[in-house]
């Protein structure tokens, strides 16, 4: 430890955290002034960093998945010496464009490992990063790859369901650098959490296959102890901190009136004569100071010492590696796909675009092998995204690249997440579309982070059939595409599929969900000049004269379209066919460009079968609709598709009944 007094230490977190808080008028004082002897011990003793390089490959990994504590964490940022993290900027806390928002947002401030606030979202990512620090440890070695992730941790998020998946997966894949630090204190926003709660988070963590101890959480000694055994053993390891949330408040401390407001200034006041701390607003003594930037950098000389290992591997291995962290795709990715896609023209492929996509991720797999990592909650003989060649990843088979999540979607989701922000890797993971409900949490904060994960959801529409309503899911697709960031293809064919999962992959800046059909589907393209999916719709059939209608359609309804077209066109009416792989990527293009592929055709229809959310802005208001009104129904397939009247016969009357 440090020379300076361990206690004015962990002062200068509450004293800052206090008064950027009530200088806000806005915000959560307890959880920072509870937790500063936690943070210090860590930061101080333990923790793998340098601040002057906070995106390291091998630092060390902190969560602070109680993100509404985040002053600790920006307040931690200041004293360890980020160049970014200035006085201003604690001082204007929760104001607009500031690097310190309400609750840690990665990408926006440095030092920031995973967006939080969503209360258990920030243990289960981090259970993806310990996830990706073992695979790739396992693949480049202990020399390259060997950082421990910590998560402070309330009793909010070891409350939200998803915790249980995020914590199960880690006991099972004995992740042993997973140390997560919970900061016991007993109260959540309505009170006391024995108003609600009774669960003793010692034994379920034990049963999940954790290691697990009380300790008391304002006692350096212990602290630093209790790290020292999570670093010797061979289980993921939870620390019970019991500490008392608003510590030093003499009057509001151990009460729910510090979890989540300003302390006000009398209490302020009392609170720093109490601990100690200076009466100035944002003040921390000089020795103080001195002792947290020097702890911000002892960690230079561990970075050092690792980027002289990095080079001395080989040159192919460290491109290798370097390339992974960037997320950047191999050459032969787009050789491949291009190789692949002229195979499919020379010999067509009929089947259900989740066997498509079967096919295209062998094609993947075999450019990409090690970072092309798919997993799937349970389904992976419906999902069809395993390799071939992909063995099962294990705690005894670090170097698999399928993951068996178990019925976990909101785990795999959020897992998936911290995969990505990890480095290394290209993950997707797959159930039905209908249970993005059980994955949407995780998956918004994909796309809120810039997240470029894939996501498999196959049986997309009523097209599943028997399985009925329960598993149909008629507004997941305008749900999912009034997410921000979120991309969402449902392709039509074979061709689709392959130019669909190119462009996933490719993006790293946002998640990309596609939408895949357990029914048999015909190919209908017929050229692969250019990858047209990348405009999110493309003129497939053209008009036999001018066009007095056009059809669009998206994913297997697309072959209604084109069977619409063609009695149509025996009909005399000439008439377009547009696919729409993705209606929110047509409708973010340059207008001249999304006015092109809408045409002025009189006639608009859109035929998919989904509610109609998100169609008038190419139909317009008045434009047709041949989709579903309401939920589904088990049936067999040649019959649900009639029954709701979802046909090209429907597709026909639509536009008959509009030309004149």
């Known amino acids: 430890m440090t020379q300076v007094d361990h206690n004015r230490m962990a002062n200068a977190i509450r004293g800052l955290s206090m008064d950027a808080v009530e200088k806000a008028k806005s915000g959560h004082p307890g959880l920072p002034m509870g937790a500063a002897d936690i943070a210090t011990v860590l930061f101080t003793q333990f923790l793998k960093f340098d601040i002057a390089a906070t995106d390291w490959p091998d630092r060390d990994r902190f969560v602070l998945s109680a993100g509404h504590g985040s002053m600790l964490l920006y307040s931690l940022l200041h004293l360890l010496g980020s ?157 019970a901190c019991r500490t008392t949330i608003g510590f030093g408040a003499p009057h509001k401390q151990g009460t729910n009136k510090v979890h989540g407001e300003a302390l006000g200034a009398d ?171 059980y994955a949407r949490p995780a998956m918004r904060l994909a796309a809120l982070m810039g997240a470029g994960v894939v996501y498999v959801m196959t049986h997309d529409s009523i097209g599943l059939g028997e399985d009925g309503p329960t598993h149909q899911p008629v507004e997941h697709l305008s749900a999912l595409r009034a997410i921000p960031n979120m991309r969402v293809f449902r392709p039509c064919d074979a061709i689709e599929v392959a130019e669909c999962w190119e462009l996933a992959l490719n993006r790293i800046d946002g998640p990309t969900v596609l939408a895949l059909t357990r029914q048999n589907l015909p190919q209908l393209r017929t050229s692969v000049n250019e990858n047209p999916c990348q405009y999110g719709a493309y003129e497939l059939v053209a008009a036999q004269g001018e066009a007095k209608a056009t059809l669009f359609a998206s994913g297997s309804e697309v072959e209604m379209a084109v069977a619409a077209q063609k009695q149509l066109a025996e009909r005399g009416i000439p008439t377009r066919v547009v696919s729409v792989p993705s209606l929110e990527l047509l409708l973010a293009q340059p207008k001249e460009r999304r006015d092109a592929i809408i045409g002025n055709a009189p006639v608009k229809v859109a035929i998919e079968a989904a509610v109609r959310w998100g169609w008038d802005a190419v139909i317009g208001q008045d434009g047709e609709f041949v989709g579903m009104h309401s939920f589904g129904a088990s049936a067999p397939l040649n019959k649900i598709f009639p029954h709701f009247g979802i046909t090209a016969e429907a597709a026909v009357n639509a536009v008959l009944k509009r030309v004149s």
Not at 92 to 120: A, D, V
Not at 335 to 351: D, G, S
């Open 83 to 239: 160049p970014e993290m200035t006085i201003d900027q604690l001082k204007n806390f929760r104001q607009l464009g500031s690097l310190t928002p309400g609750h840690p947002e990665h990408g926006h401030t440095k030092g920031i490992e995973t967006t939080t606030g969503p209360l258990g979202q920030g243990i289960s990512t981090a259970v993806g990063m310990a996830l990706a620090e073992k695979m790739l440890a396992a693949e480049f070695g202990k020399k390259i790859v060997d950082h421990h992730t910590y998560v402070l941790a309330s009793d909010g998020d070891l409350m939200e369901g998803v915790s249980q998946e995020a914590i199960a997966l880690a006991g099972h894949w004995k992740l042993n650098k997973l140390i997560v630090l919970y900061d016991d204190n007993g109260i959540s926003i309505d009170g006391p959490t024995s108003i609600s709660d009774s669960v003793d988070q010692v034994k379920r963590f034990k049963s999940a296959g954790w290691a697990a101890e009380k300790i008391d959480g304002h006692d350096q000694a212990a602290i630093a102890a209790a790290i020292t055994r999570a670093l010797k053993s061979n289980k993921p390891t939870l620390i």
């Open 267 to 437: 209490e302020l006041k009392a609170a720093k004569e109490n601990l100690g701390i200076s009466l100035e607003p944002f003040s921390v003594p000089d020795d103080v100071l001195k002792a947290w930037r020097a702890a911000g950098s002892r960690g230079a000389s561990a970075r050092q010492e690792w980027e002289a290992r990095l080079g001395e591997l080989g040159s192919r291995k460290r491109a290798e590696f370097e390339r992974r962290l960037r997320h950047e795709r191999p050459a032969a990715l787009a050789k491949a796909f291009k190789a692949y896609k002229k195979e499919l023209l020379e010999k067509p492929m009929t089947a259900a675009t989740r066997k498509s996509s079967e096919a295209v991720i062998e094609v993947i797999a075999g450019a990409m092998p090690m970072e092309f990592l798919a997993g799937s909650a349970d389904l992976t003989g419906s999902n069809n995204n395993k390799a071939k060649s992909a063995t099962a990843f294990s705690a005894k088979t670090p170097k698999g690249r399928f993951i068996h999540y178990g019925i976990r979607e909101h785990g795999m989701a959020a897992a998936m997440n911290g995969i990505f922000l990890h480095g290394g890797f290209a993950p997707n993971g797959a159930t039905f579309l209908v249970f993005t409900d």
